[in-house]
């Protein structure tokens, strides 16, 4: 068996593309058109290996996106490494020989590494520690998708009667169809992250890209008197659609209940459009007052605990990192 650090060939391309999407576990974060998405953006560093048998077939496959903000000081504080639903392997071998190498690759280059899984990894939870990485506990909630009218009457009543209210009122839910759109789109969540998430934000080039770049996913945008006041930013793959980034101009638009609607958008959509589950990528940890939980709640999903592995390679920097987003989530 051996393990690959990713050089582009059309060739060993098309393979792990198929790989991908006949595993079991296989998932947008871990496709090649997530990897091709990151490589086009100059201010991350996406990470791909793959392993194969003594046959040559892949059997295994990781990738992983290095990132930090911008700036010397927040760039030292931030530098981080976040895989999404993965690795994807036929054995825990493979899943160990790729998890290694990763760790060999980052071991100078980044404070942490976190895997936020997707799927039931607890059988793999002996090959992550053996690596130097601690599970912590993270809520998600999945919701299986039936048709447009049984979805809708899973929804909390509140739900149901805001969305209702919305309409009325003459809202519409539609899709991105130019770059201006996608603007008002990252305006309102950039407001939202400066306020209220307090949080690191990508920049516009990479909602930019996400929108220009072919068969990714939707924007489904909240329009009201010509104004765009919420939206969802969801990529497609398989049979699932996911809540990457969402928002809604709540407190200007109270009758409108725009992130509400913004939710409901793509339960709606992968009805529609016959997708299986809406996977809304996270609902925090199990020691916090969590109140997007609460919220996501009430949309009819299952909640799972697939939770998350670290691990840290520099203490003391780490600890600072948190410190400082501490210290930035309580300012005003």
Same mark, same amino acid.
């Given at each position: 068996?051996?393990?690959?650090?990713?050089?582009?060939?059309?060739?060993?391309?098309?393979?792990?593309?198929?790989?991908?999407?006949?595993?079991? $576990?296989?998932?947008?974060?871990?496709?090649?058109?997530?990897? $091709?998405?990151?490589?086009?953006?100059?201010?991350?560093?996406?990470?791909?290996?793959?392993?194969?048998?003594?046959?040559?077939?892949?059997?295994?496959?990781?990738?992983?996106?290095?990132?930090?903000?911008?700036?010397?000081?927040?760039?030292?504080?931030?530098?981080?490494?976040?895989?999404?639903?993965?690795?994807?392997?036929?054995?825990?071998?493979?899943?160990?020989?790729?998890?290694?190498?990763?760790?060999?690759?980052?071991?100078?280059?980044?404070?942490?590494?976190?895997?936020?899984?997707?799927?039931?990894?607890?059988?793999?939870?002996?090959?992550?520690?053996?690596?130097?990485?601690?599970?912590?506990?993270?809520?998600?909630?999945?919701?299986?998708?039936?048709?447009?009218?049984?979805?809708?009457?899973?929804?909390?009543?509140?739900?149901?009667?805001?969305?209702?209210?919305?309409?009325?009122?003459?809202?519409?839910?539609?899709?991105?169809?130019?770059?201006?759109?996608?603007?008002?789109?990252?305006?309102?969540?950039?407001?939202?992250?400066?306020?209220?998430?307090?949080?690191?934000?990508?920049?516009?080039?990479?909602?930019?890209?996400?929108?220009?770049?072919?068969?990714?996913?939707?924007?489904?945008?909240?329009?009201?008197?010509?104004?765009?006041?919420?939206?969802?930013?969801?990529?497609?793959?398989?049979?699932?659609?996911?809540?990457?980034?969402?928002?809604?101009?709540?407190?200007?638009?109270?009758?409108?209940?725009?992130?509400?609607?913004?939710?409901?958008?793509?339960?709606?959509?992968?009805?529609?459009?016959?997708?299986?589950?809406?996977?809304?990528?996270?609902?925090?940890?199990?020691?916090?007052?969590?109140?997007?939980?609460?919220?996501?709640?009430?949309?009819?999903?299952?909640?799972?605990?697939?939770?998350?592995?670290?691990?840290?390679?520099?203490?003391?920097?780490?600890?600072?990192?948190?410190?400082?987003?501490?210290?930035?989530?309580?300012?005003?």
């Amino acid at each position: 068996m051996e393990v690959i650090n990713f050089s582009y060939s059309s060739h060993e391309f098309n393979n792990l593309t198929e790989f991908v999407l006949h595993h079991p $576990n296989g998932n947008f974060f871990q496709s090649p058109a997530y990897y $091709n998405f990151y490589k086009s953006l100059p201010s991350y560093e996406p990470i791909l290996l793959i392993s194969k048998d003594d046959s040559d077939n892949i059997n295994g496959a990781l990738i992983a996106v290095m990132q930090k903000e911008m700036g010397y000081l927040k760039g030292k504080l931030s530098s981080r490494c976040i895989v999404y639903g993965g690795p994807i392997c036929d054995n825990d071998e493979s899943s160990g020989l790729l998890i290694d190498e990763l760790n060999t690759y980052l071991k100078s280059k980044v404070i942490y590494t976190e895997f936020r899984n997707l799927f039931d990894l607890s059988e793999s939870k002996d090959v992550f520690e053996k690596n130097g990485f601690k599970y912590k506990e993270h809520f998600n909630f999945v919701l299986e998708i039936v048709s447009a009218e049984e979805n809708f009457k899973k929804l909390n009543e509140n739900r149901r009667r805001q969305i209702k209210k919305s309409l009325k009122s003459g809202v519409e839910i539609v899709s991105a169809k130019e770059m201006g759109e996608i603007k008002e789109f990252y305006l309102i969540l950039k407001k939202l992250y400066k306020e209220k998430v307090k949080k690191p934000l990508p920049d516009f080039s990479f909602f930019e890209q996400f929108f220009t770049s072919p068969n990714l996913g939707k924007y489904l945008l909240i329009k009201f008197d010509g104004k765009i006041i919420g939206g969802i930013m969801c990529p497609i793959f398989k049979k699932t659609l996911y809540e990457w980034y969402v928002c809604g101009l709540d407190n200007e638009y109270k009758d409108q209940s725009p992130s509400v609607l913004a939710t409901w958008a793509p339960i709606e959509y992968a009805a529609k459009n016959g997708l299986k589950y809406f996977d809304f990528l996270g609902a925090g940890s199990a020691d916090s007052d969590y109140g997007v939980r609460e919220f996501k709640s009430k949309f009819g999903g299952e909640l799972v605990q697939y939770g998350r592995f670290l691990r840290v390679n520099n203490k003391l920097l780490y600890k600072s990192g948190k410190f400082g987003l501490k210290i930035l989530q309580k300012s005003k």
